[in-house]
């Protein structure tokens, strides 16, 4: 999703009745100010779609649970978002919630509009987020994909694990693996950068 930056200020109560009153708009929350988030194109959608379904199959009978960005992720009391993909391993956060408590994985598939935001501040947001352990880019002008680990020295910020075409991506945080190529299927997104 593309996040507008232009906020406004509410009260958390005030935020939360306007997520259950708009039924087509969903906004994050960071601090008391809302951000208005709007659609991304057919390739940003097919390859989230891509992604959910390839971590679901991959994870088989693990308790851990795949969400996409139609539930928002709790970061801390004062910070809600809505990551393209969310996993979590807490049984807490099944059945009829309305968010991810407790966040394992965040995915965020990137465009011209988000990229320096999901590099930069939202990141900085998900890395102190005490559950999160993985934070994972998906460029959508060519096929690659950027995976950040939490280790016990603190984030791996400059020394992601970076995968193109022909890679098996790792996800350690839940345990899975799976070829890159899956997340790219039916987009036309080119392999490489110079293609």
């Not at 708009?22 to 008391?32: R, T």
């Not at 996993?87 to 009829?96: A, K, L, N, P, R």
């Not at 309305?98 to 990137?110: F, H, K, T």
């Not at 320096?116 to 990141?123: E, I, P």
């Given at each position: 999703?593309v996040?507008?930056?232009?906020?406004?200020?509410?009260?958390?109560?005030?935020?939360?009745?306007?997520?259950?009153s708009?039924?087509?708009?969903?906004?994050?929350?960071?601090?008391?100010q809302?951000?208005?988030?709007?659609?991304g194109?057919?390739?940003?959608?097919?390859?989230?779609?891509?992604?959910?379904?390839?971590?679901?199959d991959?994870?088989?009978?693990?308790?851990?649970?795949?969400?996409?960005?139609?539930?928002?992720?709790?970061?801390?009391?004062?910070?809600?978002?809505?990551?393209?993909v969310s996993?979590?391993?807490?049984?807490?956060?099944?059945?009829?919630r309305?968010?991810?408590?407790?966040?394992?994985?965040?995915?965020?598939?990137?465009s011209?509009?988000t990229?320096?935001?999901?590099?930069?501040?939202?990141?900085?947001?998900?890395?102190?987020?005490?559950?999160?352990?993985?934070?994972?880019?998906?460029?959508?002008?060519?096929?690659?994909?950027?995976?950040?680990?939490?280790?016990?020295?603190?984030?791996?910020?400059?020394?992601?694990?970076i995968?193109?075409?022909?890679?098996?991506i790792e996800?350690?945080?839940?345990?899975?693996?799976?070829?890159?190529?899956?997340?790219?299927?039916?987009?036309?997104?080119r392999?490489?950068?110079?293609?």
């Open positions: 999703m996040a507008q930056r232009e906020p406004w200020y509410l009260t958390i109560d005030e935020w939360r009745e306007l997520e259950r708009s039924h087509d708009a969903k906004h994050e929350y960071i601090d008391g809302v951000y208005l988030m709007s659609g194109n057919a390739n940003h959608a097919r390859i989230a779609s891509n992604t959910l379904r390839a971590i679901e991959a994870l088989g009978d693990s308790p851990c649970n795949v969400y996409n960005s139609d539930l928002s992720v709790r970061l801390s009391e004062t910070r809600y978002t809505y990551p393209d996993v979590t391993c807490d049984e807490g956060d099944q059945g009829d309305d968010m991810v408590q407790s966040p394992r994985l965040i995915i965020e598939v990137l011209e509009s990229e320096a935001y999901n590099r930069g501040k939202k990141f900085a947001l998900y890395r102190e987020c005490p559950t999160i352990e993985e934070y994972v880019l998906i460029a959508t002008d060519h096929q690659a994909v950027e995976v950040f680990q939490r280790t016990s020295d603190g984030w791996m910020v400059y020394h992601a694990h995968y193109g075409p022909g890679d098996i996800l350690a945080s839940i345990g899975v693996q799976f070829p890159l190529a899956t997340l790219y299927m039916r987009t036309t997104v392999e490489r950068l110079e293609d």
